[in-house]
């Protein structure tokens, strides 16, 4: 039913989450029990697919199909692994930190049944360092997960043995790349593979992995306690379920909000954000992070899902919007986001680690007043060559979304900035 | 030498792992909880426990944002440099913070006591902007919370 909040309803802000003995009381673990005591991995599986759950950690693949990948059987390599995704450095995003500092007994429960639905033995929670209330909080939720059995030997009585660990990530945005957070996790460099094959077939050390976002697994032990089409009845569309969505900028009432997923971009932005602050207009925002293109005034009506921003030209992403505001210099902008990726690419691919310095450098020159008219043309002509199919990973592409997007929504504000020597949102 | 204790808090994460090169990272953070930085000393004996060559290390260590491969302030100040930060005045934070240590990013103060690094989205977004100092996550940081904040690093 819209309304109900399952993934945030035992958070307070004001209170330290719900140890062990609380989450029970409040209904945790049961849906752990549900799946040891009376599911098979495929039925489980099977009702994750039925349930329409989607990767909330931007990119959107179905999770129950994502499971469905790792070869299972007794012939079946081992051991198998599940990872969960906790690195959390989307610049512009910060709901997994909520789940993992308000209820991480909830991502706990979560990564167990998620790891027993492929029969992984390891679990491993990668997280970033930034995230230190998060790592003592989930370093506690795993101790005590194996002293009340649901970690361990024999996890309550069915048989089925999982271990649990907490990785420590020493920072570096391609940690999220989800083969570059397994290289890390083996202690290199964090630079992506080449897929095929893909993790679920050969991931960690070779062996069958998948990798979940915090956010997703977080859904999953409401989908087996409630079932499947409870959790498509959460959402206004049909992408199921509740979803994060965060605001950050020149709103109101900067937030996160646990909402029915495809509540449109409008109701977000003036409901829940409480609209621009006083003396500031909208001019654009990011739907999803750095990592998603630019939208405007004529999309506020768009439903916050999967499938219908992409419609739009950009992408939900981790739904967690980013807002510009009329006094703040949208070239400027673009810079500070080109900057970033460039800086945090792993330089494993020449159009990444060259061509996003070039972007870089066109767009300060152009905000310092130095600009050439042929830079538009170039920075355009990069959005081709660094996009989708040049490169190993995602990176790169992800940082042409916001640069396209801006070319095209704030074409005027960047010929200003060539046409004029100078940056009008600075004083002279 | 690595100490009896980094030792021991290395070896004590080995078992977690398929190969004992996997810890690596957790080996130089260790090193740098007890040091405050990955010296080539360092890094050497850290090579030599995990059976990896010391370029192989360094590969790693210096892939990673928070190993400090140089020497640092008995504080870190971490500032967020990314999008949301940038919006709600990472600038003007940014400035006081170089004019009241008296140094650019990447540099130590000269009595040792901070060092002043650029990073990448905290993840506190709706209360930018945000800066880290040590282990402590500041929120909706003004240029002029700084001194309060500062005050509380000897």
Not at chain 1, 296 to 309: I, K, P, R, S, W
Not at chain 2, 68 to 73: L, T
Request: net charge negative; proline share 6%.
């Amino acid at each position: 039913m819209p309304g109900e909040t399952p993934l945030t309803g035992r958070i307070r802000p004001d209170r330290p989450p719900l140890d062990a003995v609380g989450y029970e009381q409040a209904g945790g673990y049961q849906a752990l029990r549900k799946a040891l005591g009376s599911l098979t991995p495929a039925e489980v599986t099977q009702q994750v697919r039925s349930s329409t759950l989607r990767g909330r950690g931007g990119a959107g693949f179905a999770t129950g199909q994502k499971w469905s990948f790792v070869p299972m059987g007794e012939d079946a390599p081992r051991p198998r692994y599940l990872v969960v995704n906790a690195d959390e450095m989307e610049p512009g995003t910060f709901k997994d930190r909520l789940l993992l500092e308000g209820d991480p007994h909830q991502m706990v429960e979560g990564a167990i049944i998620a790891a027993y639905a492929v029969q992984a033995s390891v679990a491993y929670i990668f997280l970033r360092w930034a995230y230190r209330v998060a790592a003592r909080r989930l370093e506690k939720a795993i101790a005590e997960a194996y002293e009340r059995g649901y970690l361990g030997r024999n996890i309550l009585g069915s048989g089925y043995d999982l271990d649990m660990h907490l990785h420590v990530s020493a920072g570096r945005y391609m940690c999220g790349e989800e083969t570059g957070l397994l290289n890390a996790l083996e202690g290199k460099r964090a630079n992506p593979r080449s897929k095929p094959p893909y993790p679920q077939t050969s991931g960690l050390w070779g062996k069958p992995t998948v990798v979940n976002n915090v956010e997703t697994l977080c859904c999953v032990p409401h989908i087996v306690n409630n079932g499947a089409d409870w959790f498509k009845g959460l959402s206004r569309t049909p992408n199921g379920g509740t979803k994060l969505y965060g605001a950050s900028g020149r709103v109101r009432r900067p937030g996160l909000w646990e909402l029915p997923m495809g509540t449109p971009i409008r109701e977000l932005l003036e409901e829940h954000a409480g609209g621009m602050r006083e003396g500031y207009r909208f001019r654009g925002l990011l739907p999803g992070g750095a990592s998603t293109d630019f939208l405007g005034e004529q999309h506020l009506d768009v439903a916050m899902d999967f499938d219908t921003v992409q419609k739009v030209g950009s992408r939900m992403g981790t739904g967690t919007m980013i807002i510009l505001d009329d006094r703040s210099c949208p070239v400027g902008m673009t810079r500070n986001l080109t900057h970033f990726f460039a800086q945090e690419s792993c330089g494993w691919c020449t159009p990444c680690w060259g061509g996003l310095r070039w972007c870089e450098q066109m767009l300060s020159e152009m905000e310092e007043g130095r600009g050439r008219e042929e830079y538009l043309d170039r920075l355009a002509a990069h959005a081709g060559m660094l996009g989708p199919g040049h490169t190993y990973c995602a990176l790169a592409p992800g940082a042409m979304e916001p640069l396209q997007s801006a070319l095209t929504l704030f074409r005027e504000d960047f010929e200003r900035h060539i046409r004029e020597r100078r940056c009008p949102w600075r004083s002279p | 030498m690595l100490s009896e204790t980094e030792r021991q808090a290395i070896d004590a994460e080995i078992p977690h792992y398929a190969r004992k090169q996997a810890v690596c990272i957790e080996a130089l953070k260790v090193v740098q909880r007890h040091r405050g930085w990955v010296s080539d000393e360092a890094l050497h004996d850290v090579a030599g426990h995990l059976e990896m060559t010391v370029d192989e290390l360094d590969a790693v260590a210096t892939f990673y944002n928070l190993i400090f491969r140089e020497p640092v302030g008995r504080h870190i100040i971490l500032i967020c440099d990314s999008v949301s930060c940038w919006l709600m005045g990472y600038g003007a934070l940014r400035e006081r913070l170089s004019e009241r240590l008296g140094v650019e990013m990447g540099q130590t103060t000269a009595d040792g006591r901070f060092t002043l690094l650029p990073i990448v989205c905290l993840g506190a977004c709706d209360h930018a902007p945000a800066i880290m100092v040590d282990e402590d996550l500041h929120r909706d940081v003004a240029p002029d919370h700084l001194d309060a904040i500062l005050e509380r690093y000897e």
